[in-house]
C-alpha cells in the first residue's frame, strides 16, 4: 500500500489562535479515510492546513514523498490533490457546465472527454447542464461541488463536510457517490459530523478532539468501539 | 377596531404586492413604459439622454467589473476617465499650462502626423484623435496595474474591508485630480475647437455626427465585454471570481491573473470612456468626481458585476438627466441630482438591479 | 528577508524602524513648522505671530469638533458617512440664519434672520451670546434631524452603498442651496455673520474671544463624548462595532443603536459648523465642498487614529497644520525669499494648493498602508478582566465554530 498523503504532527490555526496542536494522519492509495471528532476539534482546520488554505506554524505535509506543506492551492491542485469546500462549493451564477470547466481551468487538453466521463460519473448533472447553479437544490449542489473537484482527475480528494445540513435520503446518496469515486481510484479524506455514515463508508478513520489525535482504527474498529460509541455516535 | 386593523392589514398587502412587483418584472416594466413616454414626448432630450448614457456606459462597464470581481467600490473611476481624457489631449497637442498660460510642451505630437487631424467621414476628429485615445487606454491600463501592485494588493492581502478599500480609492481619486490641475490647470479645453459637423436623424433631430460616433463606441464594446465575459474562458473565470474568489483559488485558478485582466478591461474602457465624455463635453477636472454618482447609479441599477446591466442603466440614468430637466419643476442644476435620486430607489427597492442575481 | 509592506510582504507591525517616534516626531516637526514659519516671514514680529498661531488654533478646535463627531459616527458607530460635507453645511447655514438679522435688501434673500428677535432676556448683554446659542442649538437639531430622516433608509445598506448614498445626500443639499436662490441666498451665499461676544472687545483683540469659544465649544463635546462613550448606551454601540450580529442576538435594536450614534455624531458636526460660521463671518455654496468638507475630516480622523478621540483632534492639528504650513511656503516666491535663500520655483509656487491636495491623496493612501491605526491608536478595551486573562488573543478571533473560513474582519 503506498502513501499518497502524509501530514506530521501539524500546527496551524487562525491568525495567532493555535487550533492545531501537532496532528498527523496518513492516506493510502484508493483508500477512503475519515476525521470524525467533536465540534472544534479541528478537522476542518486540518484540511484547510493541508491544502495550503492555512498557515502552518510546524509540522510537514507530504504529497507522494514531495513535500508540499505551506504550498499554495493553486500549485497543490496541480500536483493531484482537490478540495470541496463545505459551503458556498459552487459558483451560482454559472451554468453547471460552466463550473465544470472551471473545475478544470488549469487543463487546456481533452476538457470534452473529461466532461463526457464526469457526466457518465453524475448522470443528475447531464440532463440540464445550462442551469445556473445557483437554482439548484442543496443535494445537487454538493453533487455538484464534487463533481468539480474531480474535473482534474485528481489522486486525491478532500471533502469537508460534504453531507452537511442535507436532508437523510441526500446524505445516502452522497455517501453512495462517495464510494462511486473512490471504486475509480480517487483516495478520499472525508471530514464528517455524521459519524457514522463515515465510519460505514470508510477504510480507516482518526478521532481528533481538541486540535489532537485521539483515536485511530479502521472503520469497523472504531464503530464497534465503546469509547466511540458513547463520546461521539450518539446522533 | 377590527375595521382599522384590516384597513392596515389591506395596506400591508398593498404594500407587499408593490414591493414584489418592483422586485420582480415590475421594475424593467416600469422603465420600458417610461422609456417609450419619453421617447415619444420628449425626444430630443430623450436623444441627448441617450449620448450621456452611452458616455456613462462606457465608465460603468468597467466599474462594474471591478466592483464584481475586486470587491470594491472604484470611487476613483471618474477621475480616471479625466486622466485619460487630459493624457489623450496632452497627447494630440502637446499643451501643458507653464508659467501663467499654455505652452506646448512637447516638440511633436500626434497631430503632426500626416492628416492626422483631417476629420474622418463627417466627424470632427481625424485618425489622430484615436491614436490618441488608443495611447490615453494602455497608459490607463499600466497606472491601474501599478496602483493594484502598490495599493490594493497590500490592502487584499491584509482583508482590510470594503471601508478601508473605499477611502483608499477616494485618495488615489484626489491624487489624479490634483495632478491634472498640477499640468493642465482648470481651463476648459477642447481636442478640436471650433464647430463641429452635424448629422439629421429621424424625425428631424439633429446631433454632432461625433456623438453617433459615441453611441456606437458605447454599444460595441458593451457586446463586446459581454462577449468575452460570457463566451471566453477567461470571462467564465472572471465571473467565477466575481461569484466566490476563494473558490476560484482552490479550483485552481489563477487569480491574480484574473484580477490583472480586470484592471487591464478596466483601464482600456476608462481610457476610452474618458476621451468619448471630453468628446462629447468640455473637458474639466471637476468632471471626475461629478461622474462618479451617475456612475454608480448606472451600476448599481443594471447590477453589479453585469456588462449588459451598466448599458442599460447609463442608458436609463442618462436619459432621466435629460428629460427630468425638461419637466417644468425641476431645474437644470438638479440634472445631477436625478442620478442620486435613481440610486436611492435603487438601493432601497432593488439593490441587486435589474440585472443582478437574486440572493 | 520580509518584503516591505508596500509590495504585498508580510506583517506590518514593528516594520517601520523607530515606529514609537513618529507621532511625537510628526507633532514635534508641525509644531515647529506652524510657529517658525510666520515668525521668520514676519521677521519675528511676536504680535503677528500670536495673531497667526490665534487663528491657527481657532481652526485646529472647530475641525476638531467635526472629527470628533465623525469619529462618533465611524470609530464608534461603524456608519461610513462619506457626506459629512451635508452636515457642515445646514449646521453652519442654520447657523447662520439664525443669528443674522432679516434679510433687507433685495439682493440678499434668506430665510430665518432672527437675529435681532434672539435676545429676549434681558440679562447680561444677552444680545452678545443668546441667540449664538440658539444659533448652536438649531444647527444641532437640523444636522440631527437630517441624519434622522437619512439613518431610516439608508442605515440597513451595506458600508459602500451607505458611502455612496450619503455622497449623493450631501451633493444634493449642496444643489438645493444653490438653486433654491430664496433659502440661503443662492451661490452668493450668507455674509456679515454676527459674531458671538463681538462688542466684548475690540476688533484687534476678538480673535482671542473666537479662540475660547472654538476651544470651549472643542472641550465640551470631547468631555460629552467620553462620558457618553463609558456610559451603558457606548458601551452598547461599542459592541455593535465589533460584532453586530452577537450584538443583535443579545437582544439589542441594532438599528436604533446606530441610528443614534449617527445622529449624536451628525449634531456635532452641526454644532462645528455652526462656529465655523461665527469663526469666518461667510459661508457661501463654495465653503462646502466634497474635498474640504468631508475628505479632509476623513484625513484627520485617519491620520490621527480612528476609533480615539484624542487621536481625532490631534489628526485634526496635523492636518491643518500641514494645510497652513502649504500656505505658508506660497509666500516663499523668487521675490521674497526665506532663510537661506529658500524660494520656491515659480511652476512650483503657482502650483502649490494642487501640490497640497495631491500630497494629502497620497498622504491618505500611505497612512492607510503603512499605519492604518493613525498616530493615536484606538485603546481597545473590553475589560480589564479580559485583558488579564487572555494574553495571548491579541489581534485575531478564533471563529466561532469549526466552519468559518477565515476569522471575522
Known amino acids: ?235 | 377596531m377590527a375595521a382599522t386593523a384590516t384597513a392596515y392589514g389591506r395596506l400591508r398587502d398593498y404594500q407587499q404586492l408593490v414591493g414584489q412587483f418592483l422586485t420582480g418584472p415590475g421594475l424593467p416594466l416600469l422603465f420600458l413604459g417610461l422609456g417609450l413616454w419619453a421617447f415619444i414626448g420628449r425626444t430630443d432630450a430623450f436623444v441627448i439622454g441617450v449620448v450621456t448614457g452611452s458616455v456613462l456606459a462606457l465608465g460603468a462597464i468597467g466599474l462594474t467589473l471591478i466592483y464584481g470581481i475586486l470587491k470594491f467600490a472604484h470611487f476613483a473611476h471618474g477621475d480616471s476617465m479625466m486622466l485619460a481624457a487630459y493624457i489623450a489631449f496632452f497627447a494630440l497637442t502637446g499643451v501643458m499650462v507653464g508659467e501663467r498660460t499654455d505652452t506646448k510642451v512637447l516638440p511633436w505630437t500626434l497631430s503632426d502626423l500626416p492628416g492626422a487631424t483631417k476629420p474622418i467621414l463627417n466627424f470632427s476628429f481625424g485618425y489622430g484623435l484615436l491614436m490618441a485615445m488608443a495611447i490615453a487606454a494602455a497608459i490607463m491600463v499600466v497606472v491601474f496595474i501599478v496602483l493594484d501592485r502598490l495599493i490594493y494588493r497590500p490592502l487584499r492581502r491584509r482583508r482590510s474591508g470594503i471601508v478601508i478599500f473605499a477611502i483608499a480609492s477616494l485618495g488615489v481619486a484626489i491624487a489624479m485630480r490634483s495632478l491634472i490641475l498640477i499640468f493642465w490647470s482648470s481651463f476648459g479645453r477642447f481636442y478640436v475647437p471650433g464647430i463641429r459637423p452635424t448629422t439629421e436623424l429621424p424625425f428631424g433631430i439633429r446631433i454632432l455626427t461625433d456623438q453617433v460616433f459615441i453611441f456606437w463606441a458605447a454599444l460595441v464594446l458593451s457586446a463586446l465585454t459581454y462577449v468575452i465575459l460570457f463566451r471566453t474562458r477567461l470571462g467564465k473565470a472572471m465571473r467565477a471570481m466575481a461569484d466566490n474568489p476563494e473558490l476560484a483559488l482552490v479550483s485552481g485558478i489563477n487569480t491574480d491573473r484574473i484580477i490583472i485582466w480586470t484592471w487591464v478591461i478596466g483601464g482600456g474602457l476608462v481610457g476610452i470612456a474618458g476621451v468619448m465624455l471630453a468628446l462629447q463635453a468640455q473637458l474639466k477636472p471637476e468632471l471626475g468626481f461629478v461622474l462618479l454618482l451617475p456612475l454608480f447609479a448606472s451600476t448599481i441599477l443594471g447590477g453589479i458585476g453585469s456588462p449588459q446591466g451598466a448599458f442599460v442603466g447609463a442608458m436609463v440614468v442618462g436619459i432621466t438627466e435629460e428629460v427630468a430637466v425638461t419637466l417644468g419643476f425641476i431645474s437644470p442644476g438638479y440634472k445631477f441630482s436625478v442620478a442620486f435620486v435613481i440610486l436611492i430607489l435603487m438601493l432601497l427597492l432593488r439593490p441587486r438591479g435589474l440585472f443582478g442575481a437574486k440572493t | 528577508m520580509k518584503l516591505p509592506a508596500v509590495l504585498g510582504g508580510g506583517a506590518l507591525k514593528g516594520q517601520i524602524k523607530g515606529e514609537r517616534l513618529i507621532t511625537p516626531l510628526t507633532v514635534l516637526a508641525i509644531t515647529a513648522a506652524v510657529v517658525l514659519m510666520p515668525a521668520e516671514r514676519s521677521n519675528w514680529d511676536v504680535g503677528g505671530v500670536i495673531s497667526f498661531l490665534t487663528f491657527f488654533a481657532t481652526f485646529v478646535a472647530i475641525y476638531g469638533i467635526f472629527t470628533l463627531g465623525l469619529n462618533v459616527q465611524w470609530g464608534y458607530t461603524g456608519v461610513f458617512n462619506f457626506g459629512v460635507m451635508a452636515f457642515f453645511l445646514v449646521g453652519a447655514n442654520a447657523a447662520a440664519i439664525i443669528t443674522k438679522p432679516p434679510a433687507s435688501t433685495e439682493y440678499v434673500r434668506y430665510v430665518g434672520g432672527f437675529g435681532d428677535k434672539l435676545a429676549f432676556i434681558p440679562v447680561l448683554d444677552s444680545e452678545q451670546w443668546l441667540p449664538f446659542l440658539f444659533g448652536i442649538a438649531g444647527a444641532a437639531i437640523f444636522a440631527g434631524l437630517l441624519a434622522f430622516l437619512l439613518s431610516i433608509p439608508t442605515l440597513r445598506l451595506r458600508e459602500d452603498y451607505l458611502a455612496i448614498a450619503t455622497i449623493g445626500v450631501a451633493e444634493f443639499l449642496r444643489r438645493v442651496t444653490i438653486e433654491e436662490r430664496g433659502l440661503v441666498n443662492g451661490t452668493r451665499g450668507l455674509t456679515g455673520i454676527p459674531r458671538p461676544l463681538g462688542e466684548l472687545v475690540s476688533t484687534g483683540d476678538y480673535k482671542f474671544v473666537m479662540l475660547a469659544i472654538a476651544v470651549a465649544t472643542l472641550v465640551l463635546v470631547y468631555v460629552a463624548i467620553e462620558r457618553g462613550i463609558r456610559s451603558p448606551w457606548g458601551r452598547v454601540l461599542r459592541a455593535l462595532r465589533e460584532d453586530e450580529l452577537t450584538t443583535a442576538a443579545s437582544g439589542k435594536n441594532v438599528f436604533a443603536f446606530k441610528s443614534q450614534g449617527f445622529v449624536v455624531g451628525a449634531m456635532i458636526m452641526g454644532i462645528g459648523g455652526a462656529i465655523y460660521a461665527y469663526a469666518n463671518a461667510a459661508i457661501s455654496p463654495d465653503t462646502f465642498t466634497h474635498f474640504f468638507g468631508t475628505f479632509i475630516f476623513w484625513a484627520m480622523l485617519m491620520v490621527g487614529g480612528s476609533g480615539n478621540n484624542k487621536g481625532a483632534i490631534l489628526g485634526a492639528y496635523v492636518v491643518w497644520g500641514f494645510w497652513t504650513i502649504t500656505l505658508q511656503l506660497q509666500g516663499y516666491t523668487s521675490e521674497h525669499p526665506g532663510p537661506l535663500g529658500f524660494a520656491l520655483p515659480d511652476a512650483v509656487q503657482s502650483r502649490i494648493f494642487f501640490i497640497r491636495d495631491f500630497v494629502l491623496g497620497t498622504l491618505i493612501v500611505v497612512v492607510l498602508l503603512l499605519r492604518p491605526q493613525g498616530l493615536l491608536p484606538e485603546e481597545r478595551r473590553v475589560s480589564i478582566w479580559v485583558e488579564r486573562h487572555a494574553k495571548h488573543l491579541g489581534g485575531a478571533r478564533p471563529p466561532p465554530a469549526e466552519q468559518a473560513e477565515s476569522p471575522p474582519d
Not at chain 1, 474498529?221 to 458513547?230: F, H, I, P
Open chain 1, 1 to 235: 500500500m503506498t502513501t499518497v498523503l502524509e501530514a506530521s504532527e501539524l500546527v496551524s490555526g487562525y491568525g495567532e489562535v493555535e487550533i492545531l496542536h501537532g496532528v498527523s494522519l496518513r492516506l493510502d492509495r484508493g483508500e477512503i479515510v475519515a476525521i470524525i471528532g467533536p465540534n472544534g476539534a479541528g478537522k476542518s482546520t486540518f484540511m484547510k492546513a493541508v491544502f495550503g488554505l492555512l498557515k502552518i506554524g510546524s509540522g510537514t505535509v507530504h504529497l507522494e514523498d514531495e513535500d508540499i506543506t505551506g504550498m499554495p492551492p493553486e500549485r497543490i491542485v496541480r500536483k493531484g490533490m482537490c478540495y470541496v469546500p463545505q459551503s458556498e462549493n459552487v459558483f451560482p451564477s454559472l451554468s453547471i457546465q460552466e463550473n465544470l470547466e472551471m473545475g478544470a481551468f488549469i487543463r487546456r487538453d481533452g476538457l470534452r472527454q473529461r466532461l463526457d466521463e464526469i457526466y457518465g460519473l453524475f448522470p443528475d448533472l447531464a440532463q440540464r447542464p445550462q442551469v445556473r447553479a445557483g437554482k439548484l437544490s442543496g443535494g445537487q449542489r454538493q453533487m455538484l461541488a464534487l463533481a468539480r473537484a474531480l474535473m482534474l482527475d485528481p489522486t486525491i480528494l478532500l471533502l469537508d463536510e460534504p453531507t452537511a445540513s442535507l436532508a437523510p435520503k441526500m446524505v445516502e446518496d452522497i455517501f453512495a457517490k462517495i464510494h462511486n469515486i473512490n471504486q475509480t481510484g480517487v483516495a478520499i479524506l472525508l471530514v464528517e459530523q455524521n459519524a457514522k455514515e463515515a465510519l460505514s463508508v470508510c477504510h480507516r478513520a482518526y478521532v481528533l478532539a481538541g486540535g489532537h489525535n485521539r483515536l485511530e482504527g479502521t472503520g469497523p474498529e472504531l464503530l464497534a468501539s465503546e469509547e466511540v460509541g458513547k463520546l461521539y455516535l450518539g446522533a
